[in-house]
């Protein structure tokens, strides 16, 4: 019942925001081009790269106990020929299992990482005309284990449609065919309202095995038009029990 609400607000922003294509790609907070966590058919043009940090926070729980997350991340981006994407980003995990009822803390884990991210854009994306793109995230699959618990993430191969505002993803990796969606429109020239639904997470799950395999995240891309080719994100981030994500991003040209 909890995340039909949320729908209806995404629902009932969306019938006020004067909504439509948006012409600027930018970085997810996790180093490809795309919406919050996800990755969208959109890319930059040629010669262009972005500086990207990123600071997450994330609740689970199941009958038992719970599990905070806190991830701190930078990216760097870039497309050096038309239609490829590279990223590569430093991740910095850090994860705390207690009990459902009770203050004894059962896990302390810290953990860091390097991941590599490859995207290639079968098909543009234009106004009014649907893009296509294919890609792999973590290249080495450095987020598959932590601590020697199966995190259910891991390299994870996509293949990502967007259509002006929408975007529909499917994912292959060690659980199988798992997919998500994206929806990112204007409410404003500098502001834009994103929604996401993943049955496949970038947060670790393990320590326990949640309740819910899901994650949603729903929030603001802001491009301050004082400082050009920057955005922030600020984003409700969680499965039901919503959290904190907040990032920034700067675009710039190499050559």
Same mark, same amino acid.
């Given at each position: 019942?909890?995340?039909?609400?949320?729908?209806?607000?995404?629902?009932?922003?969306?019938?006020?925001?004067?909504?439509?294509?948006?012409?600027?790609? !930018?970085?997810?907070?996790?180093?490809?081009?795309?919406?919050?966590? =996800?990755?969208?058919?959109?890319?930059?043009?040629?010669?262009?790269?972005?500086?990207?940090?990123?600071? %997450?926070?994330?609740? =689970? &729980?199941?009958?038992?106990?719970?599990?905070?997350?806190?991830?701190?991340?930078?990216?760097?981006?870039?497309?050096?020929?038309? *239609?490829? $994407? %590279? #990223?590569?980003? +430093?991740?910095? $995990?850090?994860? =705390? +299992?207690? /009990?459902?009822?009770? #203050?004894?803390?059962?896990? &302390?884990?810290?953990?860091? $990482?390097?991941?590599? &991210?490859?995207?290639?854009?079968?098909? /543009?994306?234009?106004?009014?005309?649907?893009?296509?793109?294919?890609?792999?995230?973590?290249?080495?699959?450095?987020?598959?284990?932590?601590?020697?618990?199966?995190?259910?993430?891991? *390299? *994870?191969?996509?293949? #990502?449609?967007?259509?002006?505002?929408?975007?529909?993803?499917?994912?292959?990796?060690?659980?199988?065919?798992?997919?998500?969606?994206?929806?990112?429109?204007?409410?404003? +020239?500098?502001?834009?309202?994103?929604?996401?639904?993943?049955?496949?997470?970038?947060? /670790? *799950?393990? @320590?326990?095995? /949640?309740?819910? &395999?899901?994650?949603?995240?729903?929030? @603001?891309?802001?491009?301050?038009?004082?400082?050009?080719?920057?955005? %922030?994100? %600020? !984003? #409700?981030?969680?499965?039901?029990?919503?959290?904190?994500?907040?990032?920034?991003?700067?675009?710039?040209?190499?050559?």
């Amino acid at each position: 019942m909890q995340r039909w609400r949320y729908v209806a607000v995404v629902f009932f922003i969306f019938l006020l925001s004067d909504y439509g294509f948006s012409a600027e790609p !930018a970085v997810s907070w996790l180093g490809p081009v795309g919406l919050f966590t =996800q990755p969208s058919a959109n890319t930059f043009r040629k010669g262009e790269a972005a500086l990207t940090f990123s600071e %997450l926070r994330f609740m =689970q &729980d199941n009958n038992d106990s719970c599990v905070k997350t806190t991830s701190i991340s930078g990216s760097f981006t870039v497309v050096p020929v038309d *239609r490829l $994407e %590279l #990223a590569i980003s +430093t991740r910095h $995990e850090m994860i =705390q +299992t207690f /009990p459902m009822y009770g #203050a004894d803390l059962l896990h &302390d884990i810290s953990v860091s $990482e390097i991941i590599g &991210d490859i995207k290639y854009v079968v098909i /543009p994306v234009e106004p009014c005309k649907p893009g296509l793109a294919v890609g792999i995230i973590d290249l080495t699959n450095a987020t598959d284990v932590i601590a020697g618990h199966d995190t259910e993430r891991g *390299r *994870r191969f996509y293949l #990502a449609g967007t259509y002006e505002w929408a975007t529909l993803g499917v994912t292959h990796d060690g659980q199988g065919i798992q997919g998500y969606v994206g929806v990112d429109f204007t409410i404003n +020239t500098n502001i834009e309202f994103i929604y996401e639904y993943s049955t496949a997470p970038i947060f /670790p *799950r393990a @320590l326990p095995h /949640p309740s819910t &395999d899901v994650n949603c995240n729903m929030g @603001l891309r802001i491009h301050p038009c004082e400082i050009p080719n920057l955005r %922030l994100d %600020l !984003a #409700a981030v969680g499965d039901g029990h919503f959290c904190f994500g907040f990032s920034f991003s700067q675009k710039f040209s190499l050559f």
